[in-house]
């Protein structure tokens, strides 16, 4: 999100550097996220400028929506992650970036919420969220099946294994049909992902003991079936579900609804910074667009 708005301008004339809502952001906001010495160019000033609206359009809304306000020690830690925990490394990131302290301390604050609100999209829930995916992620590799594999022990075999696996038949049933026309592969058991690529959806969703027919991308043609599986069901394992479904699913949720954010949020910019509008590579999601950078 923060690369979204990379631009702004150089000096402001005294008043505020912009207004969100009706709320004043002053220059003095801008210059206290950078060392007292830095000489900001509109690039820099403009990166600023939209990181201070959308922290404080997120940090507002997530209390508003959603009643998510990140303790000091939530930002703390992801601070850490930023900078790391020696203040020797931090010091010198900081300085290799141009940046303050206080500034990383608002990118880790959105940091903190992002993660929560990624979590509060799936809680909340809707036809956007599909936990059944996210539950099929879960089982790749915490779930355990057994599999095996007829292979065709002559070409001739394949129309044989065509027609004996129409509709709904187990794989003894086909094994017991086809006999020696098919040669039993015992894939043996194992989390889904580890299992050959072919089968992996099958090792995941196939139902015990069911026959199906497949073909391997070199054209061979194969029956396999589930003889075990070992899963947990969902309602046991939710909180690991909805884990995964907040990383996999809620990142774009988040996005979505920063964007809107940034779209419907009443916003100026001093005229001697730039102006509040979409620019080449954010479609229509409005940034700080310095007076140079602005196409008319």
């Given at each position: 999100m923060v690369a979204l708005g990379l631009l702004a301008s150089s000096?402001?004339?005294?008043?505020?550097?912009?207004?969100?809502?009706?709320?004043e952001i002053t220059s003095d906001r801008i210059d206290m996220l950078h060392?007292?010495?830095?000489?900001?160019?509109?690039?820099?000033r403009a990166s600023t400028l939209f990181l201070i609206i959308l922290h404080h359009l997120v940090t507002r809304e997530a209390e508003a929506q959603f009643d998510l306000v990140p303790s000091e020690a939530e930002i703390e830690a992801a601070l850490a992650v930023r900078l790391g925990d020696d203040e020797a490394i931090s010091a010198a990131r900081l300085a290799e970036r141009g940046v303050t302290r206080e500034r990383v301390l608002l990118e880790a604050e959105l940091d903190v919420l992002r993660e929560k609100l990624q979590r509060?999209?799936?809680?909340?829930?809707?036809?956007?969220?599909d936990l059944d995916a996210a539950y099929r992620t879960f089982l790749s590799v915490n779930s355990r099946a057994c599999v095996t594999m007829l292979a065709p022990a002559s070409e001739q075999a394949i129309a044989d294994m065509e027609r004996a696996t129409t509709g709904t038949i187990t794989l003894q049933a086909v094994q017991e049909q086809l006999g020696d026309l098919v040669e039993p592969v015992d894939l043996g058991c194992d989390i889904p992902a580890q299992l050959p690529g072919p089968?992996?959806?099958?090792?995941?969703?196939?139902e015990v003991g069911r026959a199906y027919l497949s073909t391997f991308s070199d054209g061979t043609v194969y029956v396999a079936a589930v003889t075990s599986r070992d899963a947990p069901p969902l309602e046991t394992v939710i909180d690991e579900v909805k884990g995964i479904a907040s990383d996999s699913q809620g990142s774009d949720l988040f996005d979505e609804w920063a964007f809107d954010?940034?779209?419907?949020?009443?916003?100026?910019?001093?005229?001697?910074?730039?102006?509040?509008?979409?620019?080449?590579?954010?479609?229509?999601?409005?940034?700080?667009?310095p007076n140079g950078d602005r196409s008319g």
């Open positions: 000096c402001s004339t005294g008043g505020p550097a912009a207004t969100v809502d009706g709320v060392p007292a010495d830095s000489e900001l160019d509109e690039q820099q509060a999209f799936v809680e909340r829930g809707g036809p956007e969220i089968v992996q959806p099958l090792a995941l969703d196939g954010l940034l779209r419907t949020a009443e916003v100026a910019v001093d005229e001697d910074l730039g102006v509040w509008e979409p620019r080449d590579g954010t479609g229509d999601v409005p940034t700080v667009v």
